[in-house]
């Protein structure tokens, strides 16, 4: 079974906006903090934005900070990545991740120890 499942990846025009989820297995069991990292075609998986379940942080990279927000919902045990105002340098492939330390940093790909299957996010005109 899928222990991490996104959703609601899609093409887009310049501007426009999506909203990805990311459904938690409950075999995930606890979880220190979740990440979005997207990936294109020749490029290394990078993150893109983290959440720290005890605390609430979050955290960005500079390339969406203001554009992009990371949310959940613990009752329905999903993740959330509300993405407007989108670029076509934001065209990837988007994965959910998630880590059971607080050891390491978020944007980590090494990190997380449980990773979803991917959503396709494609912006162009």
């Known amino acids: 079974q899928d222990n991490l499942v996104e959703s609601g990846g899609g093409s887009v025009q310049p501007g426009g906006s999506l909203r990805l989820t990311c459904t938690i297995s409950p075999a995930v069991g606890r979880i220190d903090h979740m990440a979005w990292f997207r990936q294109a075609p020749g490029k290394e998986r990078g993150g893109v934005a983290g959440?720290?379940?005890?605390?609430?942080?979050?955290y960005y990279a500079a390339s969406v900070k203001g554009r992009f927000t990371i949310s959940q919902d613990n009752a329905k045990k999903q993740l959330y990545l509300q993405m407007n105002n989108l670029k076509p340098e934001d065209t990837a492939m988007y994965f959910c991740?998630?880590?059971?330390?607080?050891?390491?940093?978020?944007?980590?790909?090494?990190?997380?120890?449980?990773w979803g299957q991917g959503t396709q996010v494609t912006v162009s005109s």
């Open positions: 991740a998630a880590a059971l330390t607080p050891f390491g940093v978020w944007y980590d790909a090494k990190h997380p120890a449980y």
């Open positions: 959440l720290y379940f005890d605390t609430g942080a979050t």
